[in-house]
């Protein structure tokens, strides 16, 4: 079965330092690995995928994510928080054939 | 524009009410889907849909029911049956190519039951 964690609920980064927000995941096979971004009272906004490829993945608002397959983990990254980019951020993964399946989500919040 | 379009933004339903949740789509995708957000629990699949005339339960689908008569619509009614139907319902749509794209979402329906 497919599962995905996001071990912190909450991260907290100040304004211009870096930002982790952590995912790891389980499913037989290649794993399809998804990133998506959640403002109060809105659906959910594709920020990156990884499919297949380099590890890095380069994203929309500056996001990257690392995907590590030894450490079954697909972190989100980016290098200079704003404060624009809080919001709740859900991790999604989907095996082939399989539907998608979403963490319970990690609220940032970025601090002035 | 394309993408996919849920109505209403807020809905009210007394107890024992039925209710429709519209969902509508333009970008031609052939799979969608209904999942349920609750505060903390994040999203759980209700029910989806991989072409026209078919569905299947998700994870949580008593007390729900859907029809998908068109490709460009996927409408969910939150039944009676359901007790416990205050949240937020998310419809989104992806193409049916197994793992190699992503969901498009909609804006959301805000359903409280008075």
């Known amino acids: 079965a497919q599962s995905v964690a996001q071990p912190e609920d909450q991260v907290n980064v100040a304004e211009g330092n870096p930002l982790t927000v952590k995912c790891t995941y389980s499913v037989s096979g290649n794993p399809y690995l998804f990133w998506y971004v959640q403002y109060p009272n809105r659906g959910l906004q594709f920020l990156l995928k990884?499919?297949?490829?380099?590890?890095l993945v380069k994203g929309s608002y500056g996001f990257e994510a690392e995907f590590n397959k030894s450490q079954t983990s697909f972190h989100l990254k980016k290098p200079s928080a704003l404060v624009s980019d809080s919001a709740l951020y859900f991790c999604a993964v989907r095996g082939y054939g399989q539907n998608f399946v979403f963490g319970p989500g990690t609220r940032l919040s970025v601090l002035p | 524009d394309g993408g996919i379009t849920q109505s209403p933004k807020y809905l009210f339903r007394k107890e024992g009410q039925n209710v429709t949740l519209s969902c509508e789509q333009n970008?031609?995708?052939?799979?969608m889907y209904w999942y349920r957000q609750d505060p903390g629990q994040g999203l759980r699949l209700i029910y989806y849909?991989?072409?026209?005339?078919?569905?299947q339960k998700g994870d949580i689908a008593e007390g729900y029911s859907v029809s998908r008569e068109k490709k460009e619509s996927f409408p969910l009614t939150v039944t009676s049956a359901q007790k416990n139907p205050t949240a937020f319902y998310l419809c989104a749509s992806s193409i049916e190519a197994p793992g190699v794209t992503e969901a498009f979402f909609g804006q959301g329906t805000r359903l409280t039951v008075v």
């Open positions: 990884y499919i297949t490829g380099d590890n």
């Open positions: 970008l031609n995708h052939d799979a």
């Open positions: 849909s991989q072409i026209v005339n078919d569905f």
